[in-house]
């Protein structure tokens, strides 16, 4: 297995054609090892010199490494899942992001959970700048392009890294019918989907990712018409992803989840809220429904350690939402203090802490009583006339 003839034959400047040769031959040698140790020393001479040193020949190279993704070590599969990312932050052009959006997605599904949670860890940032070039670039691309054509490409791959992750989210590896993917992966993918959430709800155009300043334009919201990137369906996207993170949390369902997924997506529907507030009535009933719960009781210093820290977070989530001043927030104000005050009474220490802060002002107290328990009352009295009987 070598690479291609034109990967092979293509020379540069000195220095360039030094570093490409170099690049070659540990691809090379990383198709050729038979030992995944060996093949993973060779990815990382590799990630040296095209990502680290020479990031100019990311293009030339990324679609020949990502034919890596089938090796059949979970290591070398690892390794790539992190060149990759690596590489979309070193050359963030699309060239290099489409096959690093599509590898990721499928390295996503890994049947090895350290490579899918590596791949999806990777993946959040990987999303965030396919997103803003996407968004930048594509303003000034003209129709028929061959850039406009790449631009549309990333994006598709970038929406289907995004679905691929969902699907992860909500109940298992995409295309199964059953079977749920280990713990430490949906929490990655509660990440993934509160950060890109965030993202598609903006209404405003990204910042430019770090070193691809040039595409940058002046800030403002996303036009309507942009070519590749529509305002409602972003917005839809935004709320498919809010209302699968929030669902995670409806009793009964949330009492299988494990504890430490149950925290993670806690705070993800806690940040939302508190950054979205016009998502409130999406991602705030079913928290509310888990603070009300019996599952979260904590009397007499009960509850397992997961029990507490769910608890904790909850409490957290309501506090902070509560404290907000934006309209959409503050109609969910009684309810979510109803809910602290729940939590207090079952021994949630934040919760208490909340209530006192958050709790409305006492009424002003009743004039006092006088000895027989009754409320002293003035009567006014007025004279008799002067000849003594009434007018």
Do not use: Y
């Not at 979970?74 to 052009?93: D, I, K, N």
């Not at 996407?134 to 631009?151: F, I, Y």
């Not at 603070?291 to 506090?319: F, I, M, N, P």
């Amino acid at each position: 297995i070598h690479c291609s003839p034109a990967l092979v034959a293509s020379r540069g400047p000195s220095m360039a054609s030094n570093s490409r040769d170099q690049a070659v031959q540990l691809l090379n040698n990383a198709k050729l090892a038979s030992e995944p140790s060996e093949k993973v020393e060779m990815l990382k001479g590799l990630r040296e010199i095209i990502v680290r040193k020479d990031p100019s020949l990311l293009p030339e190279f990324l679609p020949e490494v990502v034919e890596l993704q089938v090796d059949p070590s979970p290591l070398v599969r690892t390794e790539l899942a992190q060149l990759l990312g690596e590489a979309a932050a070193a050359a963030p052009r699309a060239p290099v992001l489409h096959p690093a959006a599509a590898a990721l997605a499928a390295l996503a599904a890994d049947a090895a959970p350290t490579v899918a949670k590596k791949a999806v860890s990777v993946a959040t940032g990987v999303f965030r700048v396919c997103f803003a070039v996407v968004a930048l670039q594509g303003l000034r691309v003209e129709h028929g392009t061959e850039l406009a054509q790449q631009l549309a490409a990333l994006w598709a791959a970038t929406t289907q890294l995004r679905a691929t992750v969902l699907a992860l989210l909500q109940c298992g590896r995409p295309g199964e019918a059953q079977g749920v993917a280990p713990a430490a992966v949906r929490i990655m993918s509660a990440n993934f989907t509160a950060e890109a959430t965030l993202a598609l709800s903006s209404g405003q155009k990204p910042p430019p990712p770090p070193g691809a300043t040039s595409i940058a334009g002046p800030p403002g919201p996303m036009p309507a018409n942009h070519p590749l990137l529509q305002p409602r369906q972003l917005a839809s996207d935004a709320d498919a992803g809010a209302t699968a993170v929030a669902a995670l949390l409806r009793p009964p369902a949330s009492e299988q989840l494990p504890g430490a997924l149950r925290v993670v997506v806690a705070k993800a529907v806690g940040r939302l809220a508190q950054e979205r507030p016009r998502m409130a009535g999406r991602v705030l009933p079913p928290l509310l429904a888990l603070a009300k719960h019996s599952a979260l009781q904590l009397q007499d210093g009960g509850g397992s350690s997961a029990t507490v820290s769910t608890a904790r977070a909850v409490a957290e989530a309501l506090r902070d939402t509560a404290r907000l001043a934006a309209p959409e927030a503050a109609a969910w104000r009684p309810k979510l203090l109803e809910a602290l005050h729940g939590l207090a009474a079952s021994g949630v220490k934040i919760a208490a802490d909340a209530v006192r802060e958050l709790a409305p002002p006492a009424p002003k107290r009743k004039p006092a009583a006088d000895q027989g328990g009754a409320a002293t009352k003035r009567v006014k009295v007025e004279a008799p006339p002067a000849n003594g009987h009434p007018a």
